[in-house]
């Protein structure tokens, strides 16, 4: 069993807040860390990428007093407190007496977060970090592969179980850069700065404007569903979580079909 501080010190040894703060100083916005500390001794958590009346409810099943996010349970301020609203289920996680903790820009950006397991399940056996902070730390990953932008639309599918992607363009891939979750126009500034000259994009939200753009640059670009591109990294992370935490507490993993 952990007290909350505890339990975050197991966290941050895969993924050091520390991260998200040094994205904040370069212009980057998040909320990472402990977002409700009700006191509750850790003895069930429950993974999910985000906080929503289903994961609570599963929480609630579960018997959990803590549950662990990517998207952070309170991202811009908070107005007003509304239990029909968006603040629906962080209220019900306070009403249970549930901690709340959210690793997000810091799990995106980690040595083996999100990011990276966006590459490798994409088919990566090398990455290299488009914009890195220091060593092996950074956002938006690139590789080499020799195949085809419909065999990698395939492949995505399968290794993340969806069917919900999208591929603009076709034809020879001989490089790949992926920007994880809402990375698109990190994409797009990638592109037209040099930092990369991968034939294939792959990212997820893209607006019409920056697909626009990505395609005008002689890109192919492949768009994973927000979901869909995060929830595989962060499940590997339950995962590493769950070994180190075996005989302390009991970790379950929430995913939520209705965006798969």
């Known amino acids: 069993m952990y007290n909350l501080k505890q339990f ?29 500390d009700s006191g509750a001794k850790i003895k069930k958590v429950l993974f999910s990428l985000d906080l929503s009346v289903e994961a609570v409810k599963r929480a609630k099943e579960f018997g959990a007093d803590t549950i662990v996010t990517h998207h952070p349970a309170i991202y811009t301020p908070i107005k007003n407190l509304d239990i029909n609203g968006e603040t629906g289920a ?37 990455q290299k970090i488009i914009s890195e902070f220091c060593s092996g730390i950074g956002y938006g990953r690139e590789f080499l592969i020799d195949t085809t932008a419909e065999r990698i ?17 076709s034809g020879a891939v001989k490089k790949v850069a992926s920007f994880c979750g809402g990375g698109a126009s990190n994409a797009l500034s990638a592109v037209k700065s040099g930092l990369t000259d991968a034939d294939l994009i792959v990212t997820s939200d893209v607006a019409h404007h920056v697909l626009k753009g990505l395609i ?16 595989y990294g962060f499940n590997k992370f339950y995962q590493e979580i769950s070994q180190k935490c075996t005989g302390e507490i009991e970790v379950e993993y929430f995913l939520d079909k209705r965006f798969m």
Do not use: W
């Not at 197991?10 to 909320?31: F, M, Q, T, W």
């Not at 005008?216 to 929830?231: D, F, K, M, T, W």
């Open 8 to 36: 975050m010190q197991v966290l941050e040894g895969y993924a050091p807040l520390e991260i998200s703060h040094e994205a904040i100083k370069r212009g980057d916005y998040d909320n990472s860390g402990v977002i409700v």
């Open 216 to 231: 005008e640059c002689g890109r192919a670009v492949l768009i994973v569903p927000h979901y869909v591109s995060e929830q």
């Open 153 to 169: 639309k395939e492949k995505a599918k399968q290794t993340f179980n969806s069917n919900k992607l999208l591929l603009y363009g």
């Open 90 to 126: 962080l209220l019900t996680a306070v009403k249970e007496g549930m901690n709340v903790v959210s690793m997000h820009l810091n799990l995106d950006m980690t040595k083996k977060g999100i990011d990276f397991y966006l590459a490798e399940g994409l088919g990566a056996k090398k």
